[in-house]
T-cell receptor, first 112, second 115 residues
Framework: DSGVTQTPKHLITATGQRVTLRCSPR?????VYWYQQSLDQGLQFLIQYYNGEERAKGNILERFSAQQFPDLHSELNLSSLELGDSALYFC???????????FGNGTRLTVT | AQSVTQLGSHVSVSEGALVLLRCNYS??????LFWYVQYPNQGLQLLLK??????LVKGINGFEAEFKKSETSFHLTKPSAHMSDAAEYFC?????????????FGQGTTLQVKP
């Protein structure tokens, strides 16, 4: 158990809809990272938050946004969903820049 | 910019045989390197990490990796494969140039272990 909790485990929705993925980091970790895993793109970094502030941005679409709340949990919002957004979305956390990332079990999003 | 390349998207070995999963990195600064394992329907689990201490790094489940600067490699090995080692393995480099701690992953190698 990595200590990182992601909900829900599975999400099935239709094109054009909006969903919210939730992540609770390990106790004490200030950084939260979001990754998207798909067969064709592999593991792609989306965005990072550190103690409530956006720290780094990767290949995140404009339709996607995230935030980190004062209690350090994070949410990834995906809107105007397309079939190609179907993927496994991982959240990871760490306590500082040189520490390894600890991953949650992911949310599998299926867009129909 | 940092990047990693995993040679071989699929590796098959017999139970008890040597496991060798290849990873080469590209980095403009001394890298921090990691190997993660992903079992079906699970998240990524850290196997081991290199952060500029000893070049031979020992991890969990009998895995180890050797950092070779001259070859820009960080190959993962295990002397004797077990059926439970069947999984997908990812090599990753830390993006130290941005000092954010984010990891850049290779495309992954699926390890199959045959009885």
């Amino acid at each position: 158990d990595s200590g990182v909790t992601q909900t829900p485990k599975h999400l099935i929705t239709a094109t054009g809809q909006r969903v919210t993925l939730r992540c609770s980091p390990r106790s004490g970790d200030l950084s939260v990272y979001w990754y998207q895993q798909s067969l064709d793109q592999g593991l792609q970094f989306l965005i990072q938050y550190y103690n409530g502030e956006e720290r780094a941005k990767g290949n995140i679409l404009e339709r996607f946004s995230a935030q980190q709340f004062p209690d350090l949990h994070s949410e990834l919002n995906l809107s105007s969903l397309e079939l190609g957004d179907s993927a496994l979305y991982f959240c990871a956390s760490s306590d500082q820049g040189t520490s390894p990332l600890h991953f949650g079990n992911g949310t599998r999003l299926t867009v129909t | 910019a940092q990047s990693v390349t995993q040679l071989g998207s699929h590796v098959s070995v017999s139970e008890g045989a040597l496991v060798l999963l290849r990873c080469n990195y590209s980095s403009s600064v001394p890298p921090y390197l990691f190997w993660y394992v992903q079992y079906p329907n699970q998240g990524l689990q850290l196997l081991l990490k290199y952060t500029s201490a000893a070049t031979l790094v020992k991890g969990i489940n009998g895995f180890e990796a050797e950092f070779k600067k001259s070859e820009t490699s960080f190959h993962l090995t295990k002397p004797s494969a077990h059926m439970s080692d069947a999984a997908e393995y990812f090599c990753a480099v830390s993006d130290r140039s941005s000092n954010t701690g984010k990891l850049i992953f290779g495309q992954g190698t699926t390890l199959q272990v045959k009885p």
